[in-house]
T-cell receptor, first 110, second 118 residues
Framework: AQRVTQPEKLLSVFKGAPVELKCNYSYSGSPELFWYVQYSRQRLQLLLRHISRESIKGFTADLNKGETSFHLKKPFAQEEDSAMYYCALSVPGGYNKLIFGAGTRLAVHP | DSGVTQTPKHLITATGQRVTLRCSPRSGDLSVYWYQQSLDQGLQFLIQYYNGEERAKGNILERFSAQQFPDLHSELNLSSLELGDSALYFC?????????????????FGPGTRLTVL
């Protein structure tokens, strides 16, 4: 079965420090990977998806099929980055349903 | 603002009762998805509709059902409620469903309905 693992429940960093939110998945084929962000009391928002290869708000993520990972990175964290981050997986033929990881709370301290 | 709306925002009810959660997708989106977010299970896919037809089912209990109406809004019906059904229920929408394709359609989420069962 497909699964997404986010090993860290909480990641606490200082402003200006690099950030890496880990995401590993289990799927033998070619999945699509997404990062969603949920700011306090707001809805889930798409941050980025691997096929677009965009950098949003300074965040990037590279799909590593060999390591089955899709880690989210940002070189310099900002206080406004504090939020819940969810990694999600969609598989071909899966009717677009998303399989989410448990989420990582990022806390950026001044 | 993604445009997906959900009502009500909060719902408090008792065990054994039945509730209906409503979702209106973004204008032009034909697919609607329902997800449940609970402390112990995280975010889990429940069910999906495309243009009025059920397309995929996830971990949805038999006590739960859903439908999508001709105007494309969707309702999630939860019956014989138990304490464990307390959760945040999200609706998401996307333009289309690409069942056999290799590119997933971006889903846009609503603000959620928080259900508390006492």
């Amino acid at each position: 079965a497909q699964r997404v693992t986010q090993p860290e429940k909480l990641l606490s960093v200082f402003k200006g420090a690099p950030v890496e939110l880990k995401c590993n998945y289990s799927y033998s084929g070619s999945p699509e990977l997404f990062w969603y962000v949920q700011y306090s009391r707001q809805r889930l928002q798409l941050l980025l998806r691997h096929i677009s290869r965009e950098s949003i708000k300074g965040f990037t993520a590279d799909l590593n099929k060999g390591e089955t990972s899709f880690h989210l990175k940002k070189p310099f964290a900002q206080e406004e980055d504090s939020a819940m981050y969810y990694c999600a997986l969609s598989v071909p033929g899966g009717y677009n349903k998303l399989i989410f990881g448990a989420g990582t709370r990022l806390a950026v301290h001044p | 603002d993604s445009g997906v709306t959900q009502t009500p925002k909060h719902l408090i009810t008792a065990t054994g009762q039945r509730v209906t959660l409503r979702c209106s997708p973004r204008s032009g989106d034909l697919s609607v998805y329902w997800y449940q977010q609970s402390l112990d299970q995280g975010l889990q896919f429940l069910i999906q509709y495309y243009n009025g037809e059920e397309r995929a089912k996830g971990n949805i209990l038999e006590r739960f059902s859903a439908q999508q109406f001709p105007d494309l809004h969707s309702e999630l019906n939860l019956s014989s409620l138990e304490l464990g059904d307390s959760a945040l229920y999200f609706c998401a929408s996307s333009v289309a469903v690409l069942a056999g394709g290799s590119v997933a359609d971006t889903q846009y989420f609503g603000p959620g309905t928080r259900l508390t069962v006492l």
